[in-house]
C-alpha cells in the first residue's frame, strides 16, 4: 500500500528565502505526482504536475524535483513571500492503483514579514 | 478560468440523516472524484466515477455511500445515514482524462451532530 511523507510538518521562514519542501513515497511504481496548495479552510489548488519519465516542473518561483527510483520529490519556493503562507500537499498516483492520489499529511508554511 | 463548484459550502445534519453533497465539475472534464479530509489528517481518497460507473473506491467508501451523475453537469455524494464520524471536509475534483492534473473544489465542510 502506498504511504506518502512530508517532513517538515511545519516551517517557519522569514520572507525572501529560498525554501525546500520534502516528500517521500514508498512505492516507486507511481505514475506521476502533484503539488497542492491548500489555505486555511479552503479547496487544494493544484500547483504541479510531474509525469513518472519527467525529472522536474517548473511554474514561476515554484520548481518540482522527482526521483521516482529514490521516491522523493522536492518542492523548491524561489524568494518566498507572506502569501505563499500555506500548506503545501504532495499526493502520488499510483500505477496498480487507477486514477486515486495518495496524500501525503503536508507542510504548514508560514513566511514571515 | 473553469472550476469545480461545492454546494453547500457547510452543511450540519443530525447522526442517522441522509445528506447529499453537490458537485459541478469543470465542463469539459470526464472524470470525476471525490475525496475527505478529517479535521487534522490526511485527504483520503474516496471514489472515483468515469463513464457513468465507479471506477474504483476505497475501503472508506462503504455501502452507505453511493455517487451518481443525475443529469450532465452534477455529480453527487450520498450519504445514507450518517455517522459521527463521517465529519470531515469533503472534496470533489475532476480531471479531462484518467491520469491529468485533478481539480479540486472548495470542499463542502459536514458536520454530523
Known amino acids: 500500500k502506498q504511504e506518502v511523507t512530508q517532513i517538515p510538518a511545519a516551517l517557519s521562514v522569514p520572507e525572501g528565502e529560498n525554501l525546500v519542501l520534502n516528500c517521500s513515497f514508498t512505492?516507486?511504481?507511481?505514475?506521476?505526482l502533484q503539488w497542492f496548495r491548500q489555505d486555511p479552510g479552503k479547496g487544494l489548488t493544484s500547483l504541479l504536475l510531474?509525469?513518472?519519465?519527467?525529472r522536474e516542473q517548473t511554474s514561476g518561483r515554484l520548481n518540482a524535483s522527482l526521483d521516482k527510483s529514490s521516491g522523493r520529490s522536492t518542492l523548491y519556493i524561489a524568494a518566498s513571500q507572506p502569501g505563499d503562507s500555506a500548506t503545501y500537499l504532495c499526493?502520488?498516483?499510483?500505477?496498480?492503483?487507477?486514477?486515486?492520489?495518495?496524500f501525503g499529511g503536508g507542510t504548514r508554511l508560514m513566511v514571515k514579514p | 478560468e473553469p472550476e469545480v463548484t461545492q454546494t453547500p459550502s457547510h452543511q450540519v445534519t443530525q447522526m442517522g440523516q441522509e445528506v447529499i453533497l453537490r458537485c459541478v465539475p469543470i465542463?469539459?472534464?470526464?472524470?470525476f472524484y471525490w475525496y475527505r479530509q478529517i479535521l487534522g489528517q490526511k485527504v483520503e481518497f474516496l471514489v472515483s466515477?468515469?463513464?457513468?460507473?465507479?471506477?474504483?473506491k476505497s475501503e472508506i467508501f462503504d455501502d452507505q455511500f453511493s455517487v451518481e451523475r443525475p443529469d450532465g453537469s452534477n455529480f453527487t455524494l450520498k450519504i445514507r445515514s450518517t455517522k459521527l464520524e463521517d465529519s470531515a471536509m469533503y472534496f470533489c475534483?475532476?480531471?479531462?482524462?484518467?491520469?491529468?492534473?485533478?481539480?479540486f473544489g472548495a470542499g463542502t465542510r459536514l458536520s454530523v451532530l
Open positions: 465542463s469539459n472534464h470526464l472524470y
Open positions: 475534483a475532476s480531471s479531462e482524462q484518467g491520469m491529468n492534473i485533478q481539480y
Open positions: 466515477f468515469y463513464n457513468n460507473e465507479i471506477s474504483e
Open positions: 510531474i509525469q513518472s519519465s519527467q
Open positions: 512505492d516507486s511504481a507511481i505514475y506521476n
Open positions: 499526493a502520488v498516483s499510483s500505477n496498480n492503483a487507477g486514477n486515486m492520489l495518495t
